[in-house]
């Protein structure tokens, strides 16, 4: 039997290898890391299927019909071209999850959102309008749970909010998305990319497939080169000239549908905070609506919807001074919008694995609001390079550099965490650093 090589063992790549053994499919994974963890050598062991580690030898493509990557796995390593240059068809989880659930349920609806920032709020956003509007609805994909473990047991016509990220839409083939957003674009993942337009023409790849029944839900200013056939629903801060959504100057949520104007609420009734959740409030409504949500629910879901963890999150506070989580703040443009949200003064920590790009940006943003600026991990060359004239202290250490900024603040101050940076230099994740940082301020204010 041919066999199927699935290349990462993080948690898309597992959920692609479970997926297929028990479709019936001779797998094998193969890893760089020597020493794969006990509990993963069970895993695998249940599913009968053999582990490749430390590298990936090239008679792994003998008899091999298809090579499924991991996100984080780039398409250039020299296994993937080699495979290429065989005709090997290579791909990755989310396009062994479309196929999955195209044959399984026609029903289902695909509400795929992606972009620089927002993502992850949007997609949980969405989720919830429809589950509030009495729809069968999953949030997944680049969010946590990948799409191929979020078919197992789902019903029948569920809307599948998915968040995808560049690097999943740059292995796609096949996929469709019933409604599709792309939030905004900004510089990221150029390590892996190279330009700007490569990022852009990963990031459009996931309207590629749309026909003229689905809906491109796109910023009123955008002004890209979008391909697939899909109806174009715009949003924006102003009304558009078609279909969309919008807020006005007088703070209202509207709606315009063939000519129809419908006001659903205030900005001030969502209980997330700041400009950037007033857009990803509207990208969320016109997929929500588009899934077949009632219009009522759906302001009823904006009204209630909590927030994500790890996004400008309050954690804690004391004698004065709130603390406030935004692991998720892995680059520049996500930091200016936590910074952005905050009214200041700031104590704000940076730092973490390098992706890249310039700081200097966050100086115009912290003008006149900031009181200290705290540097720490690997970024701190960068950051002084960047930043290192502003008031700042450093300390590569995650702990030392949490306690240096509770030093720092004031009765009134913010101690805001949006790192952009990436977090493995000391952590397996941001979901790992946020929890340990809101473990650490919660500490802090009971002491």
Not at 124 to 134: E, I, K, P, Q
Not at 196 to 221: H, M, S, T, W
Not at 265 to 270: A, E, I, T, V, Y
């Amino acid at each position: 039997m041919a066999r199927t090589v699935v290349i990462g063992a993080a948690r898309s790549g597992l959920a692609a290898v479970g997926h297929l053994s028990r479709s019936g499919r001779d797998v094998v994974l193969t890893d760089r890391k020597a020493e794969p963890e006990p509990d993963l050598v069970a895993q695998l062991g249940r599913l009968g299927v053999p582990g490749v580690w430390g590298s990936h030898p090239l008679s792994l493509l003998e008899d091999c019909e298809e090579v499924v990557l991991s996100p984080g796995v780039p398409p250039s390593m020299p296994f993937v071209m080699e495979a290429l240059g065989r005709g090997i068809p290579v791909t990755g989880e989310l396009e062994v999850a479309h196929r999955a659930l195209r044959a399984q349920d026609p029903e289902a609806r695909i509400l795929a959102v992606t972009g620089t920032n927002g993502k992850s709020t949007t997609t949980d956003l969405l989720a919830h309008l429809l589950r509030t509007a009495g729809l069968p609805a999953a949030a997944c994909g680049n969010l946590g749970t990948p799409l191929t473990e979020a078919l197992e047991g789902a019903r029948s016509g569920t809307r599948y909010a998915l968040e995808c990220s560049s690097y999943q839409l740059e292995t796609v083939r096949g996929f469709r998305a019933e409604g599709a957003a792309l939030l905004n674009l900004t510089p990221d993942h150029l390590a892996r990319h190279g330009t700007l337009e490569a990022y852009l023409a990963a990031k459009l790849r996931i309207f590629e497939r749309q026909g003229p029944e689905d809906v491109r839900v796109l910023p009123l200013e955008a002004r890209w080169d979008v391909p697939g056939q899909g109806r174009t629903l715009h949003f924006g801060w102003r009304e558009p000239d078609g279909d969309g959504a919008w807020c006005g100057g007088d703070g209202r949520i509207r709606l315009n549908e063939s000519g129809a104007v419908l006001d659903l609420l205030h900005r001030s009734d969502l209980r997330i905070p700041g400009d950037h959740n007033v857009e990803n409030a509207l990208a969320a409504l016109l997929l929500a609506r588009h899934g077949g949500g009632a219009l009522e629910a759906l302001a009823e879901g904006l009204r209630t919807y909590p927030g994500l963890a790890h996004r400008i999150a309050f954690c804690a506070e004391r004698h004065g001074v709130r603390v406030y989580n935004d692991s998720k703040g892995t680059n520049v443009d996500a930091t200016l919008t936590a910074i952005r949200a905050l009214p200041g003064p700031l104590v704000l920590l940076l730092g973490g694995e390098d992706k890249g790009a310039s700081y200097a940006p966050l100086e115009a943003a912290l003008d006149g609001r900031l009181r200290k600026l705290v540097f720490l991990g690997d970024a701190i060359p960068q950051l002084q390079r960047d930043l290192g004239h502003l008031p700042h202290a450093t300390e590569w250490a995650f702990d030392a550099a949490v306690a240096l900024a509770f030093q720092a603040a004031q009765p009134g101050d913010q101690v805001l965490l949006s790192p952009a940076c990436a977090s493995f230099d000391q952590f397996r994740n941001f979901e790992h650093r946020g929890e340990h940082f809101e473990a650490l301020a919660r500490a802090w204010a009971e002491s």
